[in-house]
């Protein structure tokens, strides 16, 4: 799929993992991403018009094999998070009052980085959801940057999609693996915004 300046824009917003195992007092947690749950809230309840779409993904474990390690890496390996119907599997209750238009669970027996690797209750994938939806361009946003975010907006652009990172409602595990990642997305094309500049 390739896209043309004159093409009209049907963006979607995909809202990656927000979820309380990734929050501080999760089994995964990252400083500041409960007030970042809480950011992309209100952003999406401001701003839902802008998108013909909303989706979320959440990591949704249940063997997925090496990823999990009762001594974790922390680069390919990590602790149990993202346990498959448990609490902190849930979307973050900052969420309550998204309803998004399809949520995709992912992870399940794999590492699951990308939005891209999951799938809905009807068992369709994102680029499915996004070509149904006559989908441009993707507006990423979510936990964490440095991981699942850059994935699932590298994947948007191999896909073919246009795709921003709003940086302000994102962070990183640590601001060094922010910023080689936010140069991994520069590299492949990815814009990398502010919401506020939008």
């Avoid at 947690?29 to 950011?39: D, L, Q, S, V």
């Avoid at 309840?45 to 063997?63: E, P, S």
């Avoid at 998204?98 to 680029?127: I, T, V």
């Avoid at 989908?135 to 652009?157: F, I, M, N, P, Q």
Wanted: charged letters at 25%; proline letters at 6%.
């Amino acid at each position: 799929m390739s896209l043309t300046e004159s093409e009209p824009v049907r963006r979607a917003l995909v809202v990656v993992d927000v979820q309380p195992t990734f929050c501080e007092g999760g089994e995964l947690a990252t400083e500041g991403a409960n007030e970042i749950a809480y950011r992309v809230a209100t952003y999406a309840a401001a701003h839902r018009d802008r998108y013909t779409t909303v989706l979320t993904t959440q990591d949704w474990h249940i063997d997925p094999g090496e990823h999990f390690s009762d001594h974790p890496d922390f680069v390919d390996s990590w602790p149990p998070h993202g346990i498959a119907n448990s609490p902190g599997a849930e979307l973050h209750p900052a969420l309550a009052e998204l309803h998004p238009d399809a949520r995709l669970k992912k992870g399940q027996y794999s590492h699951g980085y990308s939005g891209f690797d999951g799938a809905d209750e009807h068992g369709r994938s994102l680029a499915t959801i996004l070509a149904e939806a006559q989908v441009t361009d993707v507006d990423v946003v979510g936990l964490v940057e440095s991981h699942c975010v850059k994935h699932t907006a590298l994947d948007a652009r191999r896909a073919g999609l246009r795709a921003r990172v709003l940086t302000d409602l994102t962070i990183p595990v640590s601001p060094e693996q922010g910023r080689t990642a936010e140069q991994e997305l520069t590299a492949a094309g990815v814009e990398l915004r502010d919401s506020a500049t939008l």
